[in-house]
């Protein structure tokens, strides 16, 4: 795809806001933020060549543009125009219509052209200008370099489950995945498996993102309902901003989802998903102790996770492996301690509650016993699970009802290992999603033991 006719028209762009942006003290420069609105009337063609070998010019019209532009002079000089360099960036892209159309033809002819050219565009937009991205343009002669758009550390996200999700679907229900991204490039973007047929799913998945600008860059998420060969309908979506997170530290958030981050008129419950999230800025790793050698590579979830060694007992014996080749293994020990305010289940207001807790990965399995005629029940019962992958394994603990002739779910909770590997014990009450009321109380301690997983 390439210009082979771009003239901007008449219609000259409006600038209805500018402001200027306090910078922390030592950084010597200004930046100014233009809002501008641009209803144009240009003459743009592209010329199109299709893999199939078919040529089309298509015409680009009526484009509508409302975003704000990022003006940064730095750094000041003594000299004439008093800055040594400008960059500008889009630093938001509040709206972008525009219509596509071949020349002496239909655009439809061919299934899918449209879409893919208005990806193109918003994706080439996004890649060259859109901020960090910034275009710099020197003023006075000198090295800018420090400039230039740079990654300044990684975020760690595990997707760890959902719950309540609006259904999509008139028969059956929504078969839920979801999109991650911090700049929406398809090539950045990090879409998890899809869970068929459930509204609380459990993805329990990592992903990695280089962050470019933590003070300004945000973590968007996206549920769809995947639907087969037709186009995936959304559920709803959220986003964390990268500012609210302590770098080395994990946050733990449970995100309501929404129909659009841009206008937040709607109040349906669309659902929550929950997602752990690590910030390490680069420069920082020596603040995380790594028992192995220090040119190793571990995730930076690994890093935070700093106890045990590698069972060689000599944390510098220089063995190597590939990224994400570690695995945490070790002992988890699970006191079930009681529950509060169970809901009734029987007729005589009642219930006959036990636990049973279950690893996900590895499908181990251990059950309480049963206390009849009690909504608050003492259990004070301890099981050890042996964990070989515990950054990657997940405890769900069921309240269920002992009936004569059956059983039933009263409840469940559902967590991550991740909170017991940094604190190594703990404990604390959980509300049992599924039920009317009612919370369990665990005590979980660790033991661990790090090791490479075998080649």
Known sequence: MKFSKLTLGTVAPQFTGVCIIEEESGDKGITMELEMQWDGNPNIVLDINTRVGVALPIQVKNIGFTGV????????????PGFGAVSYSLREKKKLDFTLKVVGGQISAIPGLSDAIEETIKDAIEDSITWPVRKIVSIL???????????????????????????????????????????????????????????????????????????????TVR???????????????????????????????????????????????????????????????????????????????????????????????????????????GVLSVTVIAAEN???????????????????????KAKTRVLTKNLNPVWNQTFEFVVEDAIHDMLIAEVWDHDTFGKDKMGRCIMTLTRVLLEGEFQDSFPLDGAKSGKLLLHLQWTPQLKFRDS
């Open 69 to 80: 532009f990022r003006l940064i002079f730095k750094p000041l000089a003594e000299d004439f």
């Open 141 to 219: 002669p000198g090295d800018y370099s420090d400039l230039e758009l740079k990654p300044v550390g990684t975020l760690d996200v595990k997707l760890v489950q959902g719950k309540d999700l609006t259904n999509k679907d008139i028969v059956g229900k929504s078969d839920p995945f979801a999109v991650l991204f911090i700049r929406p490039l398809r090539s950045r973007m990090k879409t998890s498996k899809t869970i068929s047929n459930q509204l609380n799913p459990i993805w329990n998945e990592h992903f990695e993102f280089v962050v470019e600008d933590a003070s300004t860059q945000h973590l």
């Open 223 to 329: 549920v769809f309902d995947d639907e087969g060969v037709q186009a995936a309908e959304l559920i709803g979506c959220a986003l964390v901003a990268l500012k609210d997170l302590e770098p080395g530290k994990v946050k733990d958030v449970w995100l309501k989802l929404v129909k659009d981050l841009e206008i937040q008129r709607d109040n349906k419950n669309r659902g929550q998903v929950h997602l752990e999230l690590l910030y390490c800025p680069y420069g920082t790793e020596s603040s995380f102790k790594n028992p192995f050698n220090p040119d190793f590579q571990m995730t930076t979830l690994e890093k935070a996770i700093r106890s045990g060694t590698d069972g060689t007992g000599d944390p510098n014996s220089g063995r190597t492996s590939p990224k994400k080749n570690v695995i945490v293994r």
């Open 342 to 364: 169970l809901p009734a289940t029987d007729l005589n207001g009642k219930a006959d509650p036990y636990v049973v807790l279950i690893m996900k990965k590895s499908e181990k």
